[in-house]
């Protein structure tokens, strides 16, 4: 990865607080991939005592996990102390006075402040695409699943945004879409990093925008802007976004303009250890029937 592309988490943590108030309204995409990554858990059979959502924004997935799962504790993270607190409200006011409400956890993907098997499930919707590693992510996530714990995750793929991409060419030497990386890269890092049974597929899904500024003002208001070192630094000058507006105009298919975007789903294990803490193997030992 150039220098270009690496993330600069400080712009993204004050990118994401800016947009917490306003994400709801304009997350119309994370909320249906959402969605669809919960019907994927009906044909899994996990009984996790806690739950990471990892990257959970303003925790639109909490309810329903604890529908789910109506035991486990909770906890939500995300590099934004705005989201983290929008999150941690949506758990009823009577779950809190239990204090069998959402556990805030306000971190970074790449340096979780977790203890080696904390969680049974680590649960990331469209998050691991703001990791400028997301090997590193990968590995905090085992690091923190109990044995025999489910990672399930959500990301985008490289198409994302590619009529953006395409009209910002030639314009400026700037970055203007963030790199997504691609899904057989992801599931070998996941191999790598010593996962069990990993399954990955993707999904392509077309929003379309009246023009280039209502995309621009959905992608700002959830918080999703150009966060890269080789970003222009202060507004986009005038020239460079009549150029995009023109480009992006050629795509224009019965009265709007498309956005698409790659949607990569994954799920693996981790493991249970072979050796006991004393370098003994663990020999499994079934009855007979």
Excluded at 23 to 42: F, I, K, N, P
Excluded at 88 to 103: I, S, T, Y
Excluded at 143 to 151: D, H, I, S, T
Aim: proline share 5%.
């Amino acid at each position: 990865m150039s220098d270009q592309q690496v993330l600069d988490k400080r712009q993204l943590r004050r990118s994401f607080e800016k947009a917490a108030a306003t994400y709801d309204a304009s997350a119309v995409l994370q909320h249906e991939v959402g969605r669809r990554m919960l019907s994927r858990l009906d044909y899994i059979r996990h009984e996790p005592a806690s739950i990471l959502d990892a990257g959970s924004g303003t925790g639109d997935a909490l309810a329903a996990l604890q529908a789910r799962h109506p035991r486990a504790v909770l906890l939500a993270l995300d590099i934004a102390l705005a989201m983290v607190r929008r999150a941690h409200r949506r758990a009823p006011w009577w779950r809190r006075m239990l204090g069998r409400g959402v556990v805030p956890v306000c971190a970074d993907l790449e340096r979780l402040p977790l203890s080696e098997g904390a969680v049974g499930m680590v649960w990331s919707n469209l998050a691991l695409q703001w990791t400028n590693e997301p090997q590193r992510a990968f590995a905090e996530f085992k690091r923190v699943l109990a044995p025999g714990g489910l990672l399930m995750f959500s990301t985008f793929g490289p198409d994302t945004l590619k009529e953006l991409r395409a009209a910002y060419h030639g314009t400026d030497g700037h970055t203007h879409v963030n790199r997504f990386v691609d899904m057989h890269d992801l599931g070998d890092m996941l191999v790598r990093a010593g996962y069990a049974d990993p399954v990955m597929d993707m999904e392509y899904m077309t929003l379309t925008y009246p023009d280039v500024r209502a995309l621009m003002r959905d992608l700002k208001a959830i918080g999703a802007r150009n966060v890269t070192r080789g970003r222009r630094q202060g507004m986009t000058a005038r020239a460079t976004l009549a150029a995009v507006t023109r480009n992006y105009e050629a795509l224009r298919r019965d009265g709007r303009l498309p956005a698409t975007f790659e949607i990569v789903y994954g799920h693996a294990w981790k493991p249970q250890p072979r050796t006991m803490a004393d370098g003994r193997p663990v020999i499994p030992i079934k009855a007979r029937s």
